[in-house]
DNA sequence: ATTTCTGCAAACGATTTGCACAGGG
DNA sequence: CCCTGTGCAAATCGTTTGCAGAAAT
């Protein structure tokens, strides 16, 4: 984890006047140690390898507070969990391909996309505050070769 | 509801061998008599009113099969429960902003966007199967005069 | 000492599913 | 008749919450 990002965690806690805990350091430590999607759950488990002593009510309680820094993204892909992305720091206006194939997660950046949308936002007399693009998309690798470098999935025979 | 939809509906059961039953007319009449989002129990309500013995569990089983037809849309605007866009066929490419002051959602459409999208797609090596893109923003009218027409008015913008 | 945090387990809410019966073809 | 479709109720699953004790300030 970035020292940045530790002081930036630190000071937005101290702020809002919420108290340091093994617990929250855990947790912390462990949501920014990668650069990864993760749900909950794993950073439930990635926490506990940290401090073994964390909850899952902790790390759900923890969440909205690290999201609500503005350091920690919340995605909801619409697969029935949210996922979290510690990597919007870098990329603030990443979007999301999910491979229908392999179930894959892709990142991607566009600045036009980025200003399009800010566009339609004002044009319809609103600010943007928050933006998520998906695109559910098809491996066009897989099914024309049959075979996918990214997944090392084989496509079935006779999929279109 | 549209003759052509009822129609294509029709067909789409028959191909899959589908059997009609008073329930499912009644789901699809409802599904198709608004052009309002709705969620799963609101679609019941609707149902219920014209076939009391509609059950909420066909509904849920009936909706993965609209939706497979192509002329309903289900989206996940990441609020813990699905809605429904019975509004896909007339505009397929629409998109969504949900205003954080009043939780009211407009669509809008831009073909700039549609564009930009399949071709961030493509370039990535997919072809796109299904995109949703969310804006959650702020009002402007509200935050610089403290009113918002918009606010208790309908929910479907006529933004292009 | 005061107040926030925590773990536990129960609660929650949308959705799914097993079952035995109803009803369409 | 056969087999799909149905209602009911229980199960699922991610997430939230009430509570009493633990820990931070």
Chains 1, 2 share one sequence.
Do not use: W
Not at 27 to 35: G, H, K, P, Q, V
Not at 118 to 123: F, K, L, S, T, V
């Amino acid at each position: 984890m970035e020292e940045a990002v530790r002081n930036q965690i630190r000071e937005f806690l101290a702020s809002k006047g919420l108290r340091k805990t093994s617990q929250r350091d855990a947790i912390i430590e462990a949501a920014f140690s990668t650069d990864r999607h993760y749900t909950a759950d794993e950073l439930l488990d990635m926490a506990r390898g940290i401090e073994s002593t964390v909850s899952r009510a902790t790390v759900y309680r923890t969440l909205p507070i690290l999201v609500g820094s503005g350091l920690l993204r919340e995605l909801d892909l619409g697969q029935g969990r949210k996922l979290y992305d510690p990597n919007f720091v870098d990329h603030p206006h990443h979007n999301h391909l999910i491979c229908i194939d392999c179930q894959q997660i892709f990142e991607f950046e566009d600045l036009n996309m980025e200003l399009l949308e800010n566009c339609m936002a004002r044009r319809m007399g609103f600010t943007p505050a928050n933006k998520q693009l998906r695109i559910e998309a098809r491996c066009d690798e897989l099914r024309l070769s049959g075979v996918c470098r990214r997944s090392g999935l084989e496509a079935l025979a006779g999929a279109v």
